[in-house]
């Protein structure tokens, strides 16, 4: 049973960072993608940034390049997401997401191509 745990809500002012967490289970996921979307409200969920969990590239959308940045731990199974310089516009449900299927670079930028997804964190930022 696949299963990615996330870490729970934030609430942070303007200016401010932190970082989500994305613990995965159940299987070797070597070799999958990972993903993180988020989804603000009457909004679709939209890409963050991906990363391969065994290669070293990196994805971003041009709203959150230079900000966040997306980093794996092999040995704790673990996805991060460290986001910085944060904007009220950045509030939304951040999701990570996995998947074995992904094959091309603009296969990574949609939720449809992403099979396991964590539970969801809410993250408020203030103005």
């Known amino acids: 049973q696949v299963e990615l745990v996330q870490s729970g809500e934030e609430l942070v002012q303007a200016g401010g960072s932190l970082r989500l967490s994305c613990a995965a289970s159940?299987?070797?996921?070597?070799?999958?993608?990972m993903g993180w979307f988020r989804q603000a409200p009457g909004k679709e969920r939209e890409f963050v940034a991906a990363t391969g969990w065994s290669a070293g590239n990196t994805y971003y959308a041009d709203s959150v390049k230079g900000r966040f940045t997306i980093s794996g731990d092999n040995a704790k199974n673990t996805v991060y997401l460290q986001m910085g310089s944060l904007k009220p516009e950045d509030t939304a449900i951040y999701f990570c997401?996995?998947?074995?299927?992904?094959?091309?670079?603009?296969?990574?930028?949609?939720?449809?191509?992403?099979?396991?997804w964590g539970q969801g964190t809410q993250v408020t930022v203030s103005s």
């Open positions: 159940g299987r070797t996921f070597s070799g999958y993608a």
């Open positions: 997401a996995a998947s074995p299927r992904i094959t091309t670079d603009t296969m990574r930028f949609y939720p449809s191509n992403y099979d396991y």
